[in-house]
């Protein structure tokens, strides 16, 4: 597979990334996105945000991108878990979210994707792995993350990528969630996150590797939901965790990932080199559960390189 992006780099050079910085809603005017809304429930993430450069929003506005969504029946779901070391929160988590999906009468399959201990967290890498471990048994994922508790959610198979967070309560984060958040809980088909080639495996520690699947699946030409009605609580983090994902925040690691997605974003990175198809890595363990039953699976994996 390969895809370029020429468009990109052509229209990257031309500006306007100061104006988009302190001016976005002056960039495109209302949004003929919105319009698609579905059911009143599930409106599309817009990409009239700050976050895309000017030019690229515009073609993909007026492009191909304009799908409905609407949702399938028999389709084989596996919850994709990036984790380590937050036992606390899967035991929080696990009984709601079975519950959620027995209810709601899918076909379904949890699986846990650990990292071992040691070096960075690099939730992207975990999440291919994750999808790339069950893709033989899967038509769609949802990639979800350990601290996100279910409320108000539709696990159903979608027909193009949907975040199924909007509100959040119990944040501890000061910023509301914005619209072009694609992260949390988010379902997608497989053949769709083979199309974007997954996350990038470059994103270590916190941030930003999230944004840069939201562009990766909007270079694939598919449009991002989500749901108006989802809601979740978010569990807070204990303070040693705090700590360290405050030292994540030190601006130079920032500024890596952000200089990453901007690269993607300009047309300088192919998603076809970096993804789920060069991600290397070994399954060092894997263990069930007596507590969340035979649906439920946990691998410990290594990356290689
Ligand atoms: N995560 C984890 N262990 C860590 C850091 C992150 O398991 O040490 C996973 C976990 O699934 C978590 C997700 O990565 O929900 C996102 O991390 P975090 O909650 O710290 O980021 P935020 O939600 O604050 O962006
Ligand atoms: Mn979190």
Not at 86 to 99: D, F, K, N
Not at 155 to 172: D, E, H, M, T, W
Not at 180 to 206: C, D, H, L, P
Not at 272 to 288: K, P, Q
Request: charged share 25%; hydrophobic share 35%.
């Amino acid at each position: 597979m390969s895809v370029t992006y020429p468009f990109a780099q052509r229209e990257a050079r031309r500006g306007w990334r100061w104006l988009n910085r302190w001016w976005p809603s002056a960039r495109l005017g209302t949004d003929p996105l919105q319009q698609l809304r579905v059911d009143g429930r599930y409106v599309p993430v817009s990409i009239a945000n700050w976050k895309l450069i000017r030019p690229m929003a515009r073609r993909l506005l007026g492009s191909r991108i304009a799908r409905p969504l609407t949702f399938a029946a028999d389709c084989r779901l596996t919850v994709v878990i990036p984790y380590r070391d937050r036992e606390y929160h899967l035991r929080q988590l696990m009984p709601v979210l079975l519950a959620k999906l027995q209810e709601q009468q899918l076909n379904y399959r949890v699986l846990v994707v650990e990292q071992e201990s040691g070096g960075k967290f690099n939730r992207g890498r975990l999440l291919n792995a994750g999808m790339h471990y069950a893709a033989e048994a899967s038509d769609y994922y949802c990639l979800h993350d350990v601290d996100a508790v279910p409320i108000v959610a539709n696990y159903a198979c979608p027909s193009q990528p949907l975040r199924l967070v909007n509100k959040l309560i119990g944040s501890q984060s000061k910023s509301q969630h914005t619209d072009y958040y694609f992260s949390g809980a988010v379902s997608v088909r497989k053949e769709q996150a083979q199309a974007a080639n997954g996350y990038s495996n470059e994103y270590w520690g916190w941030g930003k590797e999230d944004d840069d699947f939201f562009f990766r699946l909007l270079l694939a030409e598919l449009l991002c939901y989500y749901d108006l009605e989802g809601t979740y609580e978010d569990l807070p983090n204990p303070p040693h965790q705090q700590v360290q994902r405050r030292s994540l925040w030190s601006p130079a690691h920032l500024r890596r990932n952000r200089q990453r997605r901007s690269l993607l974003l300009r047309g300088l990175l192919d998603p076809a080199e970096d993804g789920l198809n060069t991600l290397r890595y070994d399954v060092i363990e894997r263990s069930g559960s007596a507590d969340y039953g035979p649906a439920f699976e946990k691998i410990r994996v290594r990356f290689r390189d």
